[in-house]
């Protein structure tokens, strides 16, 4: 059973910085694509980043150029640095991973990130 849990989350004022790491139980080659999603009260789950196999990265509009997602394989973890934090950026921040034969991929439990003064 495959088993993701985040870390990192916290308390930040605007225009500070988190790194939320994801480990994931057992090798990460076996998934296609990994990321991060996030979910503030009242809204959808939506995508933060995503970063592929090949290392290939997808970022939502709202955080390119202050985020960043990377892995490493070595450690089975996947990150997520993000800079330049807004209050807009409050939100619970999941884990997720995608292999080959599981519909609807594999979550973590989540972890808070506030962006608050």
């Known amino acids: 059973q495959v088993q993701l849990v985040e870390s990192g989350g916290g308390l930040v004022q605007p225009g500070g910085s988190l790194r939320l790491s994801c480990t994931a139980s057992?090798?990460?080659?076996?998934?296609?694509?990994m990321g991060w999603y996030r979910q503030a009260p009242g809204l959808q789950r939506e995508m933060v980043a995503t970063?592929?196999?090949?290392?290939?990265?997808n970022y939502a509009d709202s955080v390119k150029d202050r985020f960043t997602i990377s892995k490493d394989n070595a450690k089975n973890m996947v990150y997520l640095q993000m800079n330049s934090l807004k209050p807009g950026d409050t939100a619970v921040y999941y884990c997720?991973?995608?292999?080959?034969?599981?519909?609807?991929?594999?979550w973590g439990q989540g972890t808070q990130v506030t962006v608050s003064s």
């Open positions: 970063i592929t196999n090949y290392s290939s990265t």
């Open positions: 997720s991973a995608n292999d080959y034969t599981t519909v609807g991929g594999y």
């Open positions: 057992g090798s990460i080659f076996r998934f296609w694509r």
